[in-house]
T-cell receptor, first 109, second 113 residues
């Protein structure tokens, strides 16, 4: 069983739409959670950390559900520049990080 | 600050050849990581280091070696290249462990033929 699973998409949404991605993790002892963004043929970059109480950064909202072992990312008012692959990342302690395969988003004019 | 730099950007190797992928960071981070990313797969941790002189295996260490003689440098060595090592390799660093942001280098695209 994979440590982290994501729907690979692709998600194709019009500008201005709201889109949500989910990610499930298998290790109940997981400690830290993140969403990274990866543009085509580029390195991953941190989008936001995910906190237990949920957190928001502008148009982006992240939620954590420890009981069901999933995290989510909501993007409101999608922009063309949001087109990228979104990676769910889980840390199970120490320096062991597990990355999901990524969810591809294309925002269409 | 240049952040995390990697060389080379691209490389083609023949089966059985050896090479070293270079990684340097100028942020004075203690923690450094090597990942590989295969098409349609998530990044997988190869090796990591918590400081100069200290390294440890990640999820997929076979076929690779690392060293960490300075805080800045964390080279990854492939001794006998195999087609299964064709991948994109990313080096990353972070200030602290676990819950901290990782900063990634631009990657090295390696093809083994």
């Amino acid at each position: 069983r994979k440590e982290v699973e994501q729907d690979p998409g692709p998600f194709n949404v019009p500008e201005g739409a709201t889109v949500a991605f989910n990610c499930t993790y298998s290790n109940s002892a997981s400690q830290s959670f993140f969403w990274y963004r990866q543009d085509c043929r580029k390195e991953p970059k941190l989008l936001m950390s995910v906190y237990s109480s949920g957190n928001e950064d502008g148009r982006f909202t992240a939620q954590l559900n420890r009981a069901s072992q999933y995290i989510s990312l909501l993007i409101r008012d999608s922009k063309l520049s949001d087109s990228a692959t979104y990676l769910c990342v889980v840390n199970i302690g120490g320096n062991q990080f597990y990355f999901g395969t990524g969810t591809s988003l294309t925002v269409i004019p | 600050n240049a952040g995390v730099t990697q060389t080379p950007k691209f490389r083609i190797l023949k089966i059985g050849q050896s090479m070293t992928l270079q990684c340097t960071q100028d942020m004075n981070h203690n923690y450094m990581y090597w990942y590989r990313q295969d098409p349609g797969m998530g990044l997988k941790l190869i090796y990591y280091s918590v400081g100069a002189g200290i390294t440890d295996k990640g999820e997929v260490p076979n076929g690779y070696n690392v060293s960490r003689s300075t805080t800045e440098d964390f080279p990854l060595r492939l001794e006998l290249a195999a087609p299964s090592q064709t991948s994109v390799y990313f080096c990353a660093s972070s200030y602290l462990a676990g819950g901290n942001e990782q900063f990634f280098g631009p990657g090295t695209r390696l093809t083994v033929l």
